[in-house]
């Protein structure tokens, strides 16, 4: 069994497609890359770490923010849309060739509190980084790496 995928036109087997899509793997994976490099993708998927981090769905950090307040998709991406620091910092990273060191990320202010329009702005990524050391979240999240690695080898986990 085959299946023509609509963006590079080629017949492949059903199995280089994923379940009801019309473009193949490859394609997909392209296609979501691309979608990402624009504001509204990048917006969308900072939005989807947000919300995994709040609903405790990142274990790297769930005992740290789960529970923690979060505005609303639409409402962020309408706050986003109107921080000129992001705008400047996004043609940034473009220009620097995608350049993880000065992605813009979304910084809590106060590390205590969730993601509420009082709360949040956008830095670089190194920026967020020397930040989250200066205040101690850091070494909060790694003495918490070390009392669970430490229960599970007690525990024989």
């Known amino acids: 069994m085959t299946g023509h995928c609509s ?10 497609f994923h379940k009801n899509q019309s473009t193949c793997k490859p ?3 392209l296609r979501q890359r691309q979608y990402r490099r624009t504001i509204r993708g ?14 405790g769905k990142d274990s790297r950090c769930a005992h740290i923010m789960n529970g923690m307040d979060i505005i609303s998709r639409s409402s962020f991406i309408e706050w986003a849309y109107e921080q000129p620091t992001l705008k ?25 509190r969730g993601y509420t329009f009082d709360n949040m702005r956008f830095i670089t990524q190194s920026e967020n980084a020397k930040h989250r050391w200066d205040n ?4 909060s999240m790694v003495d918490g790496y070390k009392n669970s690695f430490a229960y599970c080898r007690s525990r024989k986990v």
């Open 7 to 16: 963006m590079c036109k080629l017949t492949k087997p059903r199995s280089e």
């Open 88 to 112: 400047r910092l996004f043609r940034q990273y473009k220009q620097s060739n995608w350049d993880f060191k000065i992605c813009p990320t979304v910084d809590r202010i106060d590390p205590t």
């Open 27 to 29: 394609c997909h994976v």
């Open 136 to 139: 101690g979240t850091i070494q």
């Open 42 to 55: 990048f917006l969308d998927q900072k939005y989807t770490a947000m919300s995994k981090r709040v609903r």
